[in-house]
């Protein structure tokens, strides 16, 4: 899919006497960059994705844990995905609680975390894969019992501090509303050119801007340069390949880095170890579950 004419404001119907949605959606091949004023809870397995919430962007591995607030603009976590996925989504209606979650005292640090979704909240860690497992497993209880699992799963949330917030003020809501129109096809362009070598003025033309408006565009849009957001997102692709069993030189050369060194340099200033470190480190990983 190509670029979008503007962002989607999506409607959201509850079944009667439910207070929220639970579902697993599939839009990979769409670009869905939208809005609701409800709440939402994402979680998604996949080999590497891009998390697009407000004016933050970045991209993920493995999988995804992220709380968005209402009328927060967010782009669909399994755009691009190219592996098997599993997503779990839960839409909560605008009154979730009611009146409760401000009042009740043992509610307090669930309404904090309800404050700071208006931000976009990621989490990791332990929380990320124990939050993940327990909303996998939720589809087989009873509505009743899936109200008070996600009760406590808010709770666990609420507690952690394995978390991100994502934005750190809302102040351009304008310009997220309003200005997303190329980004679509940027996307579909950095994922099909990544492992080759992608030339902004290529990208520049395709989206009808100059290099020097597009290089401003996507700077503002992004906080990084389009170079450096290809890296990003050539890394990512790498941890997947390196978790496939493919060795550094191999992934070096598949993600279009022309030089091992020059890889194990960026993979470390983006990661934070060395590529044979990280592919020892998940060794270990699988070895102990």
């Known amino acids: 899919m190509g670029a979008v004419n503007s962002i989607k404001l999506e409607k959201i119907d509850f079944k009667p006497g439910r207070s929220f949605k639970l579902f697993s959606p599939r839009l990979r091949n769409t670009f869905f960059w939208h809005y609701h004023p409800e709440y939402e809870l994402v979680y998604v397995e996949a080999d590497a994705g891009i998390r697009h919430v407000g004016t933050h962007i970045s991209t993920y591995t493995y999988s995804d844990l992220v709380f968005i607030g209402g009328n927060l603009p967010h782009l669909n976590f399994?755009?691009?995905?190219?592996?098997?996925?599993?997503?779990?989504?839960?839409?909560?209606?605008?009154?979730?609680?009611?009146t409760a979650i401000?009042?009740?005292?043992?509610f307090s640090r669930i309404h904090k975390l309800f404050k700071s979704a208006d931000y976009g909240v990621a989490f990791h860690g332990g929380t990320k894969l124990s939050v993940g497992s327990a909303l996998k497993d939720l589809a087989r209880w009873s509505p009743m019992e899936q109200l008070l699992k996600l009760i406590s799963i808010f709770q666990q949330l609420a507690d952690s501090d394995e978390k991100t917030v994502l934005n750190a003020d809302l102040s351009s809501t304008d310009f997220i509303l309003k200005d997303k129109i190329r980004m679509g096809a940027i996307y579909e362009y950095i994922d099909a050119e990544y492992h080759r070598q992608p030339d902004v003025n290529e990208i520049a033309k395709k989206v009808n801007l100059t290099t020097g408006a597009f290089?401003?565009?996507?700077?503002?849009?992004?906080?990084?340069?389009?170079?450096?957001?290809?890296?990003?997102?050539?890394?990512e692709r790498a941890k997947s390949l390196l978790i496939q069993d493919n060795n550094v030189s191999e992934t070096c050369y598949a993600v279009g880095l022309g030089s091992v060194s020059y890889f194990n340099k960026l993979f470390k200033d983006i990661v934070g170890v060395n590529p044979s470190e990280f592919k020892k480190w998940y060794d270990l990983e699988a070895m102990d579950e």
Do not use: K, W
């Open 78 to 98: 399994d755009y691009r995905v190219r592996s098997d996925y599993h997503q779990v989504v839960i839409q909560l209606r605008c009154d979730f609680l009611g």
């Open 102 to 106: 401000g009042v009740t005292p043992e």
């Open 215 to 235: 290089c401003r565009y996507f700077r503002r849009q992004t906080n990084m340069t389009f170079t450096a957001f290809v890296n990003q997102y050539r890394i």
